[in-house]
């Protein structure tokens, strides 16, 4: 296409190309957004869904089982990882209603982190004791 700069310029400005390509711009990020956070919803929903299938999984086995020590143990950690996933995910859900920002794969790692966390130091609790 041989057009001047000149005439380019011009059609710009007439059809004003450069506004209608920030609204197309604007328009395409606010999907993106909605899409997001539709995503991280379904996601938040899925983490609850898990945390309280492991705890109601480890409430089953608990009641139908004749557990030794060991396999009591593993029942109780079941039911307090399950609760604290659910627990982190719903705080991580509510903060980011109240305006905090933070992206799938920042969310997860908020919660991995405070589980991880929680999990060494309940493991230095036991090795005081």
Known sequence: MSKSRQLLTGWKSRHHWGDRCLAW???VMEAERKAAIKE????VKRHIGVAMALQSKAVEALKHADVDEAGLKD??????????IERLTRDAA????????????DLLAKVLEKVWKTQDEEAADNEQH
Do not use: F, N, P, Y
């Not at 991280?40 to 996601?43: D, L």
């Not at 029942?75 to 604290?84: N, S, Y």
């Open 25 to 27: 711009d604007k328009t």
């Open 40 to 43: 991280r919803k379904k996601m």
């Open 75 to 84: 029942i109780v950690t079941m039911i307090v990882q399950g609760v604290k």
């Open 94 to 105: 509510e903060q980011e209603q109240t305006g905090e920002k933070l992206g799938s794969a």
